[in-house]
């Protein structure tokens, strides 16, 4: 496929909105996606705002410079950047209003990290889907019941509202708007010159410090997970759990929901995947890991990792193992 130069192309303007506080990468990640695809036809201007114009301290420490959204014009794509800032202490009304005012001059809102919460703040994503950060996911659907929250996903789509998960997630939804503006080939090249993925696989799950919940509030049931924990490789059942904590069935299942907010059931699959997960982290192989986390094969463990993640242990670990083995 012949790439057409941006000179021949119409150009569209990029809004990027940041304020105090903004994680640095979840704006210039974005703004360096739509630069690099200028050389392959994207034709994309690049605006940086904020509510009042000014300079504004990112999340290192550079100050940038920004234009005021009021003298911004209009826009064909409005991106909210996020911050490691709580949200309510950085949703402030004048970036609500400003998300708002923008909302009527774009041809579509997007967000990234926790710029969600602004636009949910706006009123952008009420009967929507959504997503954010995985640490802040169960947040955002408690504050805002009538988004849809999708906790597991990259970056999500809904109408001409687009929401992303945390920093990198940032570059993955930019390069889906390249390639939706002006198709495959171009967002490709776009995505190897920055020697990035074009699609990752997997959703967030795949980044998660952690998948098995709260801890227990009682003794029993610390017994239970304890148990479950330190003997991964005992054919736990919920009859089993329930026997070793000397109560019933039913019981035992109330006690986990309460605290855990899982079923006995849940919360050994959980455990096991956390532990093959942590193995595979060390260097262990994948039978290794699945035998340590008490899978029955390599091939239990393997249709564990896809179902949950949807990548393989051995991906899995080619990914996320050390880059020791880069060095020199």
Same mark, same amino acid.
């Given at each position: ?16 909105? &940041? ?27 690049? &605006? ?26 209009? $826009? ?10 709580? %949200? %309510?202490?950085?949703?402030? %009304?004048? @970036? ?20 969600? $919460? ?25 504050? $805002?019941?009538? #988004?849809? #929250? ?7 789509? +809904? ?12 570059? +993955? ?12 080939? #171009? ?19 795949? $980044?998660? *410090? ?9 003794? @029993? ?26 109560? *019933? ?18 919360? &050994? ?30 091939? &239990? ?28």
């Amino acid at each position: 496929m012949e790439i057409v130069r941006s000179s021949e192309t119409a150009r569209r303007r990029v809004g990027i909105v &940041v304020f105090d506080g903004v994680k640095m990468l979840d704006f210039t990640g974005p703004a360096e996606v739509f630069v690099e695809a200028n050389q392959f036809g994207g034709n994309y201007e690049v &605006v940086v705002m904020s509510p009042t114009g000014g300079d504004v301290a990112t999340s290192v420490g550079v100050r940038v410079s920004t234009t005021p959204v009021h003298d911004s014009g209009g $826009f064909d794509t409005v991106i909210v950047a996020g911050s490691e800032i709580a %949200p %309510p202490l950085f949703v402030t %009304p004048e @970036l609500i209003e400003a998300t708002r005012d923008l909302a009527t001059r774009t041809r579509r809102m997007s967000s990234v990290c926790t710029g969600s $919460f602004v636009l949910a703040e706006a009123g952008l994503l009420d009967g929507r889907s959504a997503t954010t950060h995985w640490k802040f996911t169960a947040d955002l659907a408690h504050r $805002f019941p009538e #988004v849809q #929250v999708d906790s597991d996903a990259i970056y999500v789509s +809904d109408g001409n509202i687009y929401s992303s998960a945390g920093v990198v997630a940032g570059i +993955d939804l930019s390069l889906a708007l390249v390639e939706e503006d002006h198709g495959a080939e #171009v967002a490709r090249r776009t995505a190897q010159g920055l020697l990035v993925y074009m699609q990752r696989g997997g959703g967030q799950s795949q $980044f998660s *410090s952690s998948l098995t919940g709260p801890a227990p509030r009682t003794s @029993l049931v610390r017994k239970a997970t304890d148990h479950i924990r330190g003997n991964p490789q005992v054919s736990h059942t919920v009859s089993s759990i329930a026997a070793h904590v000397n109560v *019933s069935v039913r019981q035992l299942t109330r006690l986990f929901r309460d605290e855990l907010g899982a079923t006995p059931a849940g919360y &050994v699959a959980d455990t096991r995947f956390e532990i093959a997960r942590d193995k595979l982290h060390a260097g262990l192989t994948v039978g290794a890991a699945a035998q340590a986390a008490g899978y029955g094969s390599a091939e &239990v463990m393997r249709r564990a990792f896809v179902a949950r993640i949807g990548i393989s242990p051995r991906r899995y670990q080619q990914r996320f193992s050390s880059t020791g083995a880069l060095a020199g």
